[in-house]
């Protein structure tokens, strides 16, 4: 168990409406990242964050925005949701270069944006 | 971008089969990771194996780095090996811990 907490779990939203997911952490891991999980396309790195108020983009950016104003927490959100943004949201943990670089995933976020 | 590709992509097993995954990679990596996602959606971390062998009860991995591919074993298979297995890897170019994943193999172990 890594300690990463993600909420909501699940959620329903409509279209248009914005939404934030929260990563939670208790291990002061300095690496955190945001995936979504699609059908035929597996997973797909969003954002990432190397610090607290360092971040960068993934694979696939647009229309997301993340903050990470502290180490513990990672949020992830949606400005204006659209049907293309249902998807499956995971969270993910480096354990860092010492620990052999492994990376642990949250239980994930459902998301079904209506 | 680096090409991730996993074969088979289905597999269906009988308990006690053993099995071989396959994961090549079209550039040189630092980092690759297997993965298991369970039918709950559940992702767990295998391995930490961007070259060499590893070992984890049933559960083994080798990567040969210069020929760009890595192999998971499953020895003994049980019902609760069913799911998706990833492989991700990293380049020398990405950020830390930046993976980009394979489509997955399914795996259906029956009793």
């Known amino acids: 168990d890594a300690g990463i907490t993600q909420s909501p779990r699940h959620k329903v939203t409509e279209t248009g409406t914005p939404v934030t997911l929260r990563c939670h952490q208790t291990?002061?891991?300095?690496?955190m990242y945001w995936y979504r999980q699609d059908p035929g396309h597996g997973l797909r790195l969003i954002h990432y964050?190397?610090?607290?108020?360092?971040?960068d983009k993934g694979e696939v950016s647009d229309g997301y925005s993340v903050s990470r104003s502290k180490t513990e927490d990672f949020l992830l959100t949606l400005e204006s949701a659209t049907s293309s943004q249902t998807s499956v949201y995971f969270c993910?943990?480096?354990?860092?270069?010492?620990?052999?670089?492994?990376?642990?995933f949250g239980e994930g976020s459902w998301l079904t944006v209506v | 971008g680096i090409q991730v590709e996993q074969s088979p992509p289905d597999l269906i097993l009988q308990e006690g089969a053993n099995s071989t995954l396959r994961c090549n990679f079209s550039?040189?990596?630092?980092?690759l990771q297997w993965f298991h996602q369970n039918p709950w959606g559940q992702l767990i971390n295998l391995f930490y194996?961007?070259?060499g062998t590893k070992q984890n009860g049933r559960l083994s991995a080798t990567t040969v780095a210069t020929e760009r591919y890595s192999l998971l074993y499953i020895s003994s298979s049980q019902t609760t090996d069913s799911g998706v297995y990833f492989c991700?890897?990293?380049?020398?170019?990405?950020?830390?811990?930046?993976?980009?994943f394979g489509a997955g193999t399914q795996v259906v172990v029956t009793p």
């Open positions: 993910a943990i480096s354990a860092g270069y010492e620990t052999g670089n492994t990376i642990y």
């Open positions: 291990e002061n891991h300095r690496y």
């Open positions: 964050s190397y610090g607290v108020k360092d971040t």
């Open positions: 550039d040189s990596v630092n980092n």
């Open positions: 194996i961007p070259s």
């Open positions: 991700a890897v990293g380049t020398l170019t990405d950020s830390w811990g930046k993976l980009q």
